[in-house]
């Protein structure tokens, strides 16, 4: 099997440390601009904007896209050891105490109500302590005390990219069924946001990396979540409609960020992020998909997720997490990797997904 573009199509361990990796990167270049204007970006780096993480001086730091992302990971690696050992566990329940430790690692209370969970690998990691401007709306959500669900709301209102942007991890895991994977990730995101198009801008965000990961080329893979969102019972209506504005704009190949956010939206929502992320990696993608190389992709997908005004972190993060999924590693950079923040502890998780899922060491 191949990918869409004649590539042969990767391992399901490259691809797992490929988004995950990924998804670092688009983060980490998206940080470092991530409330600047268009203008200011020019300013900074030339006219180009921001393109790679090569003109960042310093030290290239991820931000909360990433550390929940990781925390989705483990709460996901601690319900598949459970079930691996015979023993059943409720995986939502998991993922609340996973998100209940990085809400401790941020400094904050989730209150008397609120069980103390037990310490794992993941807390020791110094890197992931960091606070590096967390969405209101995940700390408030958790710091509740109450185990959110979609009948039970917390933070009703809340529609902030805090959901879609930890979402990826449930994409990554084989052998389950479509319908699984969006409840499984739109169960996650009601954890903390309210907002029925949070849970499901995440639910179709992890279906998206779910059928990338199960040999879908991009175009069909997007293609066939668009409509999924549009079937969804009670569907948000932005939700398919910025899904829709997305998949047309990408047509038009890459266009000035005026007209995206324009479009789309600056991607401060959960359904205008992944608008923007699928629309990067989209245009950039050659018509004539023989020609495409993976680590070019890459970089011109991240850079018009990035250059725009709006939230640039997590559409670029989303948008690397979509490209590891498709490509696996040998989309990312190398020197980006070389100066990525604590590469250990990301692929530290990664291995520990493809051990839980596939029992390689």
Same mark, same amino acid.
């Given at each position: ?39 200011d ?11 790679g ?18 925390y ?47 310490p ?12 590096r ?18 009948a ?6 809340a ?14 895991v084989p052998?389950?069924?479509?319908d699984a ?7 996650a ?18 279906? &998206?990396i ?6 879908d #080329?991009? =175009?069909?893979?997007?293609?066939a979540?668009? +409509?999924? %969102? *549009? !079937?969804?019972?009670?569907v ?5 409609g910025?899904?829709?504005?997305a ?9 000035a960020?005026?007209e ?21 990696? &989209? ?7 023989a #020609?495409t =190389?993976?680590e070019?992709?890459?970089?011109? +997908?991240? %850079? *018009? !997720? ?9 559409a ?9 999924a ?18 250990e ?17």
């Amino acid at each position: 099997m191949s990918i869409d573009h004649g590539i042969p199509a990767p391992a399901l361990k490259s691809r797992i440390h490929g988004c995950l990796l990924g998804g670092a990167l688009g983060d980490a270049l998206g940080y470092a601009v991530e409330f600047d204007s268009i203008d200011d970006i020019r300013q900074r780096f030339g006219p180009q904007g921001l393109t790679g993480l090569e003109q960042l001086s310093g030290p290239r730091h991820f931000s909360d896209d990433t550390q929940l992302t990781l925390y989705t990971v483990d709460g996901l690696v601690e319900a598949l050891e459970w079930a691996n050992a015979g023993v059943g566990a409720d995986v939502n329940a998991c993922l609340w105490l996973a998100y209940l430790r990085w809400l401790a690692t941020q400094g904050e209370d989730a209150g008397a109500s609120a069980p103390v969970p037990q310490p794992r690998w993941i807390d020791g990691n110094e890197v992931l302590r960091q606070r590096r401007h967390p969405e209101k709306d995940c700390i408030s959500g958790l710091a509740t005390g109450e185990m959110g669900t979609s009948a039970r709301p917390v933070n009703p209102a809340a529609k902030g990219p805090g959901t879609v942007m930890r979402s990826a991890p449930f994409g990554l895991v084989p052998h389950i069924a479509p319908d699984a994977v969006y409840k499984l990730s739109a169960d996650a995101a009601a954890l903390t946001h309210g907002h029925p198009a949070a849970h499901q801008s995440a639910g179709i965000f992890s279906l &998206l990396i779910h059928r990338l990961v199960s040999g879908d #080329g991009l =175009r069909d893979a997007a293609a066939a979540v668009c +409509a999924h %969102a *549009a !079937a969804l019972p009670a569907v948000a209506p932005e939700l398919p409609g910025r899904l829709g504005a997305a998949l047309s704009l990408a047509e038009k190949g890459v266009v000035a960020p005026g007209e995206l956010v324009q479009v789309l939206g600056g991607g401060w929502l959960a359904e205008e992020a992944l608008a923007v992320a699928l629309y990067a990696v &989209l245009a950039t993608l050659p018509a004539d998909d023989a #020609g495409t =190389r993976p680590e070019w992709h890459f970089r011109n +997908a991240l %850079a *018009a !997720a990035v250059n725009h005004s709006g939230g640039s972190d997590t559409a670029a993060s989303l948008a690397g997490n979509i490209l590891g999924a498709l490509y696996g590693e040998d989309c990312l950079p190398a020197p980006w990797l070389d100066v990525l923040e604590a590469p250990e502890v990301i692929r530290g998780m990664a291995d520990q997904l493809v051990k839980v899922t596939t029992g390689e060491g």
